[in-house]
């Protein structure tokens, strides 16, 4: 019998924007590590107040069960504007297919969580005790979003838990998009005249907003107002200042999410709900020194100090099996104090995410790191069973921190040429005066993008609004096609195919093959086609957080907003008038 091919497909509001570019590639990789094939469905999140993108939602009728076995579904996300009618309707679509949900409860399927109330009470019990802050002001998501709410609620419950009273007139309204946080700073200061010493929102993209406006006013952050967020997204650590925030394992939730889908199609029980740990990460917006922070947690562990790169270079690996030796010494005893109850519970996670933020270890040498923990679960061995169990524990909490850190690492180098290329294929595409001349304009350009395989395909017919949900039409027609570096030829006229199967026979994806991403095309508000375009190259590297940044870039290619140089070139060239001419990023 024949190896079992699957292919799993990723249906998100945007496989660019902040909270999703960290995780889908997470599910990549996994899907990689497995020998699946993956294919993300990338629209805008339907209803999204600051956007008028309604046609690009007929990407999320494009899933279906003659060309997946599975689905991730980013309901989270993509129902934080949705009445319960429009969830159910959007849900039903992919009955027929097995699921899992991206940090949401909300469906009948498995769903990969974080504990929010138990995050964000960390960052607001932070705020409280280590700086005495007593009017924190508050920026709330989506109102439907559970998230949101239970971020919210945990706000409101440990500022009673320290006898705070609760100020109404300090909570905003807000939708987790950079936008509405500056709106709700806005408002704070102009409209409420609320006086304040901190500010907290409940994602990190509106803390940004929000930021921004108190930076604009002249009011510094921090020394006048503290500040922190929730999700630790790329932007985070290198914000001025650096966030405290808290870190969501966004990459390690996609690949909890991937394995969990996979595992549930080779016919295993898969638990309802698998939570994945959050952790607070101290850093400079709401007044803290993360530097001492550190040394006191590590130090305070045993003596051990984070590895230095003082003294002469001949003596640095010497140096560093003196300090790893001193390090695993320090933590060994901060476990063992931990399950003795000499020490909080967190305190080992603590200390072991405070080395991750500092920098010390960078990701050539993370598996240092990975043998300290291995050696510390054999070291538990000798613990009795309750106490082995609860090591387990915490040790599974700092390998999930430590596979974030790994899925973190930033190619700002690589990300940067990237952009340069696309202005240059931009560029290329709006000066076409032919179908022909952009085509030959997207061959030239797209291998210096690294995509290996493009597909540009016209609808044929208008999509459909029916029971909540847009349908795209059924048939569409192949017009161009690129793989390994070279057009292919096809038929003049194109050739057509059923829009689902996102390409006529004989054209990949192939069953359990590749990874891909589907965007919708639209001119102005119109959807006239779609595009599909490998995502191997950006999986080929160890760096899967650079690939969700290079993906914003080849996102442009389909999922931003169209300009057109010319809609006679394709009533020329004999197809319909609407192609697209080039792409901008918002």
């Known amino acids: 019998m024949g190896e079992k091919k699957t292919t799993i497909g990723v249906v998100l509001g945007s496989i660019g924007e902040l909270f999703q570019s960290h995780v889908w590639p997470g599910i990549a990789d996994a899907a990689r590590e497995r020998g699946a094939g993956l294919i993300v469905y990338s629209g805008k999140i339907p209803h999204t107040p600051v956007l008028a993108d309604r046609e690009i939602g007929v990407v999320y009728g494009f899933p279906d069960e003659s060309r997946l076995d599975g689905i991730i579904l980013f309901n989270s996300v993509l129902f934080n504007f949705m009445q319960k009618e429009e969830e159910d309707a959007f849900v ?5 297919i097995p699921m899992v949900s991206i940090a949401s409860e909300t469906i009948d399927c498995p769903s990969v969580l974080i504990d929010n109330k138990a ?25 439907r979003n559970f998230e949101a709410r239970d971020r919210f609620a945990a706000y409101r419950e440990a500022l009673a838990a320290h006898g705070i009273p609760y ?28 006086a304040f010493d901190a500010v907290i929102a409940a994602n990190d993209g509106m803390l940004f907003g929000a930021l921004s406006v108190l930076r604009d006013r002249g009011i510094q952050v921090p020394g006048t107002v503290g500040a922190g967020g929730f999700d630790d997204v790329d932007d985070a650590r290198i914000h001025s200042p650096p966030i405290t925030t808290i870190a969501q394992p966004l990459y390690t939730i996609g690949k909890v999410a ?82 003795s109850g000499a020490n909080a519970n967190g305190d080992f996670v603590d200390a072991f995410a405070d080395i991750l933020e500092s920098n010390v270890f960078n990701s050539g040498e993370t598996p240092e790191l990975a043998a300290l923990l291995d050696a510390l679960a054999i070291h538990a061995g000798k613990y009795t069973p309750q106490k082995r169990l609860a090591a387990a524990e915490i040790l599974m909490h700092a390998r999930y921190m430590l596979t974030e850190f790994l899925g973190r690492t930033t190619n700002w180098k690589q ?63 192949l017009v161009f096609a690129f793989r390994d570096g070279s057009r292919v030829p096809i038929d003049p006229a194109g050739i057509e195919f059923t829009t689902k199967r996102l390409t ?15 965007f919708p095309l639209l001119f102005r508000d119109e959807y006239f086609g779609f595009i599909l375009l490998d995502l191997g190259l950006l999986l080929a590297g160890r760096d899967p957080i650079k690939r969700g940044r290079l993906a914003r870039c080849e996102g442009a290619l389909g999922g931003g907003e169209l300009f057109f140089a010319g809609r006679e070139c394709l009533a020329r060239g004999g197809f319909p008038v609407h192609l697209v001419a080039g792409v901008v990023q918002a």
């Open 92 to 96: 039903r679509r992919y009955s027929s």
């Open 119 to 143: 995050g964000m009470r960390s960052l607001v019990e932070h705020f409280v005790r280590e700086h005495s802050y007593r009017k924190i002001a508050f920026i709330k998501g989506p109102e």
């Open 167 to 194: 100020d109404e007139n300090l909570v905003e309204p807000g939708d987790f998009l950079y936008e509405s946080g500056a709106l709700a700073m806005q408002d704070l200061l102009d409209e409420r005249k609320a």
């Open 258 to 339: 991937c394995h969990l889908i996979l595992d549930m199609l080779d016919g295993l029980d898969v638990p309802k709900i698998t939570y994945v740990p959050n952790h607070l990460i101290i850093r400079r917006s709401c007044g803290c020194s993360p530097k001492a922070h550190n040394a006191r947690q590590v130090n305070g562990a045993g003596g051990a100090s984070v590895p230095g790169n003082e003294g002469p270079i001949v003596d640095a690996e010497r140096r560093r099996k003196k300090e790893e030796s001193r390090l695993f010494g320090a933590f060994e005893k901060m476990l063992e104090d931990e399950l």
């Open 415 to 477: 990300f940067n040429n990237r952009l340069i290329q696309l202005q240059r294929l931009s560029k290329a595409l709006s000066s076409a005066l032919s179908s022909e001349g952009l085509f030959a304009a997207l061959e030239e350009n797209l291998p210096d993008l690294g995509i290996r395989e493009c597909y540009l395909s016209l609808s044929q017919g208008e999509p459909t609004a029916t029971d909540y949900v847009i349908e795209p039409p059924r048939e569409s027609r």
């Open 504 to 518: 006529p026979e004989g054209f990949p994806p192939f069953k359990g093959k590749g990874s891909y991403v589907v």
